[in-house]
Nanobody
Framework: QVQLLESGGGLVQAGDSLRLSCAASTRMFTEYSMGWFRQAPGKERDFVAAITWNGANTYYADSVKGRFTISRDNAENTMYLQMNSLKPEDTALYYC??????????????????WGKGTLVTVSS
C-alpha cells in the first residue's frame, strides 16, 4: 500500500505560479511511475502530466504543455508539478497517482494503482 499526500494548492490570480508536491510513503518510490490528474467541478478527471521512475521521460496534456513542468526527487520520495502562467481554466482539484506495472498510456487513469486525496487549485481572473 502506498499513501500519497498532495500539498501546495491555493487561490491565485491568472498569470501566477504554484508548485504542487506529492509525498509518497514507500521505500520503493523508484518502482513507480507517477502522474498528476485534475478534476474540475462537474467534469471528469483528466490527465495533466506523468513522469517515469527515473525522470527520464515526461508526458503532458496539450492544455498544459509549455506551462507546467513535472519532476521528481527519488531521494525524498516526492514528485512535483510546477505550474506557471496559470489560467482560470486550470481551476480544479489536483490528484497525484502512482503506477507500477501497467504498460499502457500514461494518460489512462485506470492504469494507476494508488491515488492521493487531492489539493485544490483555484485561479481567479
Amino acid at each position: 500500500q502506498v499513501q500519497l499526500l498532495e500539498s501546495g494548492g491555493g487561490l491565485v490570480q491568472a498569470g501566477d505560479s504554484l508548485r504542487l508536491s506529492c509525498a509518497a510513503s514507500t521505500r520503493m518510490f523508484t518502482e513507480y511511475s507517477m502522474g498528476w490528474f485534475r478534476q474540475a467541478p462537474g467534469k471528469e478527471r483528466d490527465f495533466v502530466a506523468a513522469i517515469t521512475w527515473n525522470g527520464a521521460n515526461t508526458y503532458y496534456a496539450d492544455s498544459v504543455k509549455g506551462r507546467f513542468t513535472i519532476s521528481r526527487d527519488n531521494a525524498e520520495n516526492t514528485m512535483y508539478l510546477q505550474m506557471n502562467s496559470l489560467k482560470p481554466e486550470d481551476t480544479a482539484l489536483y490528484y497525484c497517482a502512482a503506477r507500477r506495472y501497467y504498460s499502457g498510456s500514461y494518460s489512462d487513469l485506470n492504469g494507476y494503482d494508488f491515488w492521493g486525496k487531492g489539493t485544490l487549485v483555484t485561479v481567479s481572473s
